[in-house]
């Protein structure tokens, strides 16, 4: 019922209607056959996902859908290209949307994307680029619900278009839709520009230089490792140990920095830190150190604080200046990351201001640190353009995290719900299908990742180094951009995917990373994810992570 609610609310405009505008990070749009047209055949995109329109109504109207979300961003266009076979003549609705999204109940998020320069192989669509209007809208396009924007009111003033002179703009809660002259059994490609519109009264981040005191310390970080699943548990929890044995056998194995997660917020109390904490991690880092590895530590797990932001964050910059005037002393080559995979509520404007209070409260105690700090969504690159840091701070690593593709590195993973998904092997696609597990069958998602994996070939194949490749490098065009040097925090793959097919996603990862210059720290040494096997004393993919 997610998005059947938000729909049927907005069947007719309401009286007095409340929207808050935010900036979004991904688009959406949806292809519509009419009614006794078959579903559409060998749906592709280029990037992002597509799924059956899950929040129609009834099974016949889900099937005549496809519902297509893929990444934009405020500061440039991006180009997505959907591929499909109609198997009837006449017209579909082409719905250019927006994400769902509510600021509070019953209000809406006002997510606006801009749209340009659409082009359609094999169908026809009038004004496609947008460029003549009727009726105070674009000629040929139709904007039900809600009156369409003027030229000079977001979220079209100030926006240059892709080429030409006009944009379009839509959002859930007023979509722009035309219509799509197709033929049955001939292949449609469109090619669409998009964008995301800022809020109003956005303010343009500083784009600073590409030699900041930042590059020069990402530029000490190549390959490296996370300490993982020990003191980000709880204390007497769950986990492996950690000693200075690992750091002698991380430093020999070719590694030049650590990942350290903790857990912090167990660890704090009356302005000190445990001293129990301190006994077993404080000689950790030291051997580190000694051994010339560049330290990374991190909060990690301080989920209350993204769950409940406004009710935690004077605790974590509270907490940060604890942790930071205890480490002040320590060399340089210790860099602090300020909070793990922010989410959930944790975004937008208000991740914005937690960071900057986080920040601000380790300047106060250490001005020249050198601080890494995660984007939101799980430290998402897409969410790059969404992360924001103080202007005059040179000394910040934007720190990204990547498992993509997902089904293929947390097949098996109970914790993300994936127990019964197995056999994905990587790259796709199989030599023998896989099959969509029953505990997962409405999963419409993974239904039709899956048929993509079992069918398409080469870069089309969503189990592939194109998948991750394209995010990457996005995430070099925004470092690029902003002058803000970028660190890949994680990336790995569950030890239950074959192991085979583990070391050939982690060396194209590796490579692919390595190519594009992006630093990079492997989740994790010892444990689901490992490098090392505990048990025999012995690497598991050194060749995949160390060889050309």
């Known amino acids: 019922m997610r998005f059947l609610l938000p729909l049927l609310l907005l069947a007719a405009p309401l009286a007095a209607e409340e929207f808050v505008p935010r900036l979004p990070v991904e688009a959406r749009l949806f292809l519509r056959v ?56 006449g017209e579909l609705d082409l719905d250019l949307n927006g994400p769902w999204g509510e600021a509070r109940p019953g209000v809406l998020l006002q997510q606006e994307i801009l749209w340009d320069a659409i082009t359609a192989e094999g169908a026809g669509l009038s004004n496609s680029s947008f460029e003549e209007q009727a009726d105070g809208k ?58 995301a519109a800022a809020e109003p009264g956005f303010k343009e981040p500083a784009r600073l230089p590409q030699d900041t005191p930042a590059h020069r310390a990402c530029a000490r970080l190549k390959r490296g490792v996370n300490l993982g699943n020990h003191w980000e548990a709880p204390p007497g929890g769950w986990g492996t140990t950690y000693t200075v044995e690992d750091i002698d056998l991380i430093a020999k194995e070719g590694f030049d920095h650590i990942r350290v997660p903790v857990a912090w917020h167990y660890h704090l109390k009356d302005g000190k830190i445990s001293s129990t904490l301190l006994a077993e991690l404080e000689p950790v880092l030291r051997r580190a150190l000694e051994r010339k590895l560049t330290v990374i530590v991190n909060w990690h797990h301080f989920e209350a604080l993204c769950s409940e932001p406004e ?13 930071a005037t205890h480490f002040k002393d320590w060399p340089p080559s210790l860099y602090l990351e300020l909070l793990n995979e922010p989410n959930g509520p944790l975004d937008h404007g208000m991740l914005t201001a937690v960071h900057a209070e986080g920040i601000a409260a380790i300047r106060k105690a250490d001005p020249r640190r050198i601080l890494l700090v995660n984007p939101s969504q799980w430290a998402a690159i897409p969410a790059l353009g969404r992360l924001f840091l103080p202007d005059g701070d ?35 696609p199989p030599a023998r299908p896989a099959t969509l597990p029953e505990s997962l069958r409405e999963d419409r998602g993974l239904a039709a990742w899956l048929e993509a994996y079992n069918t398409r070939q080469g870069g089309d194949n969503p189990c592939t180094a194109a998948t991750f490749e394209r995010l990457l490098d996005d995430a070099v065009a925004w470092s690029k951009h902003f002058g803000r040097p970028v660190h890949i925090g994680e990336f790995g793959c569950y030890q239950k995917a074959d192991p085979a097919s583990r070391g050939r996603y982690l060396r194209d990862f590796r490579r692919a990373a390595e190519k594009r210059g992006l630093p990079w720290a492997m989740w994790e040494w010892k444990a689901g ?20």
Do not use: C, M
Not at 395 to 410: G, N
Not at 529 to 545: A, I
């Open 34 to 89: 009419p009614p006794g047209a078959a579903p559409l055949k060998d749906i592709e995109v280029s990037a992002g996902e597509w799924s059956p329109g899950d929040f129609e109504p009834t099974p016949e109207q889900r099937e005549r859908l496809a519902d297509f979300r893929f990444p934009v961003t405020w500061w440039r266009w991006q180009e997505v290209t959907l591929r499909f076979t109609p198997d009837h003549d």
């Open 138 to 195: 674009p000629a040929g396009w139709e904007s039900p619900w809600r009156p369409y924007p003027a030229d000079d009111a977001w979220p079209l003033a100030g926006n240059a278009a892709f080429e030409g002179k006009r944009v379009a703009a839509s959002w859930h809660g007023r979509p722009l839709v035309g219509k799509l002259a197709v033929k049955a059994g001939v292949p449609v490609v469109l090619k669409l520009q998009a964008r």
């Open 311 to 323: 009710k935690h964050r004077a605790a974590f910059a509270a907490g940060w200046s604890v942790i």
């Open 394 to 428: 040179d000394r910040i690593i934007a720190s990204v995290h990547s498992y993509e593709p997902f089904q293929f590195t947390h097949q098996q993973a109970s914790w993300v719900k994936y127990d019964d998904l197995r056999d994905i092997s990587y790259p796709g």
């Open 529 to 548: 994810f490992g490098y090392w096997d505990p048990e025999d004393g012995k690497p598991l993919v050194r060749e995949e992570l160390f060889g050309r």
